[in-house]
Every structure is written in structure tokens, then in C-alpha cells.
């Protein structure tokens, strides 16, 4: 079976660090973009941007790039999610995805990890 | 960066009915790379529609995609209970790639 799963709910304080992950499993892990999808409570899907796990080719939303580092282990087939300084407004579920075909990084996401929450509060 | 819209944001049907859904782009979107996304309430969403009108695996033949451009739709021939949920449209074929805000279908 094909699947993506994510680490556990984390609660945070503001300016803390954190990296959550995304393992997948029973497909060619190098071979597919991964992405992230941020959704904050109450709210709709922000796409964060995508890698490649085989040379870690990475594409940023521009209302992301900095904000947030994306990265891969393809040897232990998992995505990360990091941030260096966390801010309450970052207080919210966070998806990974597979994209649909093989090696196109203009693609749907087909294959939905199950989200991470992410609390951030003082 | 492309804007998707969605209107309106809410629809409200009853079992049964057939339902249209909007997606409306900003720009036109290339190679019509555009989806169609469910997503239940606690759950992570779900790919019905890709490439603005081809199937996902497993999506029953109720729901069909069609557009191309700028305006796109999502029809759902006849709603059965489990298809009340939140419909979002994702454009993919330029970057950034965007998401619309959703619409919400819910039971008359």
C-alpha cells in the first residue's frame, strides 16, 4: 500500500525549532515530488512548496521561501518540514503530499499523509 | 501567481441533486493543469480530478471534471451523502501553484 505518515502533534513556544516528517512507503520514494500544504484552523489549502527526494531539487511559494526549509533522507524515504524560529502564527495542520506521476514537478498531489498539528503558544 | 476563485462558498443541495461547482483563474492556466480536491471534516484531503478532467484512481463516475483556460467546473451528477464536504480547485501548471478557498457543499 502506498502512504505517507507523519509525525505527531507538536506544541511549541514561540522561537523555538522544530522539524516534523513525512515517511512514505510501498512506492519508489526517490522518485516522486513530495510537497507540503499548510491549513491554518478554520481555513483553506496554502501549497508551501516541494522536493525532490532523489537529488533534493526544491521549489518554494514565494509566501514561504525563507520562512521554512524543505528537505529529504532518501535513504530512510522521509521528507522534513523545518522551522528555526517559530511564530504563533504558524499555528496550523500541516499536510505532505505525493505528487500523481513520477519525476513531474508540475503535478496534482495523489497521496495525502494524514497532517500534523502544530501548535505554537506562549 | 495565479488566484483562484471559488464562488460561492457555500452550496446547499439535497441527496440526490446534481451539482456544479466553479473554479475561475486569474490567468490562463497552462496546459489546463488543474485539479479538484474533497476534504472531509478531520481528514486530509482527497484528489478527485486532475489535469482538469481526468479521474484519481478509485473516484466514482459521478464526479467528472471539465474546462479549460480560465474557467473550470466540477460536477458531481448526483450527490450522495458521504459527497457532503469542502471542494477546493489547485492549479499546478505554473509556479507558484495555488489553491482556491474552497466551497463548501452542504445538505439543504
Known amino acids: 500500500e502506498v502512504q505517507l505518515v507523519q509525525s505527531g502533534a507538536e506544541v511549541k513556544k514561540p522561537g523555538e525549532s522544530l522539524k516534523i516528517s513525512c515517511k512514505g512507503s510501498?512506492?519508489?520514494?526517490?522518485?516522486?515530488?513530495i510537497g507540503w500544504v499548510r491549513q491554518m484552523p478554520g481555513k483553506g489549502l496554502e501549497w508551501m512548496g516541494i522536493i525532490y527526494p532523489d537529488d533534493s531539487d526544491t521549489r518554494y511559494s514565494p509566501s514561504f521561501q525563507g520562512q521554512v526549509t524543505i528537505s529529504a533522507d532518501k535513504s530512510i524515504s522521509t521528507a522534513y518540514l523545518q522551522w528555526s524560529s517559530l511564530k504563533a502564527s504558524d499555528t496550523a495542520m500541516y499536510y505532505c503530499?505525493?505528487?500523481?506521476?513520477?519525476?513531474?514537478?508540475?503535478?496534482?498531489?495523489?497521496?495525502w499523509g494524514q497532517g500534523t498539528m502544530v501548535t505554537v503558544s506562549s | 501567481e495565479i488566484v483562484l476563485t471559488q464562488s460561492p462558498a457555500t452550496l446547499s443541495f439535497s441527496p440526490g441533486e446534481r451539482a456544479t461547482l466553479s473554479c475561475g483563474a486569474s490567468?490562463?492556466?497552462?496546459?489546463?493543469?488543474l485539479a479538484w480536491y474533497q476534504q472531509k471534516p478531520g481528514l486530509a484531503p482527497r484528489l478527485l480530478i486532475y489535469?482538469?478532467?481526468s479521474r484519481a484512481t478509485g473516484i466514482p463516475d459521478r464526479f467528472s471534471g471539465s474546462g479549460s483556460g480560465t474557467d473550470f467546473t466540477l460536477t458531481i451528477s448526483r450527490l450522495e451523502p458521504e459527497d457532503f464536504a469542502v471542494y477546493y480547485c489547485q492549479q499546478y501548471g505554473s509556479s507558484p501553484r495555488t489553491f482556491g478557498q474552497g466551497t463548501k457543499v452542504e445538505i439543504k
Open positions: 490567468q490562463s492556466v497552462s496546459r489546463n493543469y
Open positions: 510501498g512506492y519508489s520514494f526517490t522518485n516522486y515530488w
Open positions: 489535469d482538469a478532467s
Open positions: 503530499a505525493r505528487h500523481h506521476d513520477y519525476s513531474t514537478s508540475f503535478d496534482a498531489f495523489d497521496i
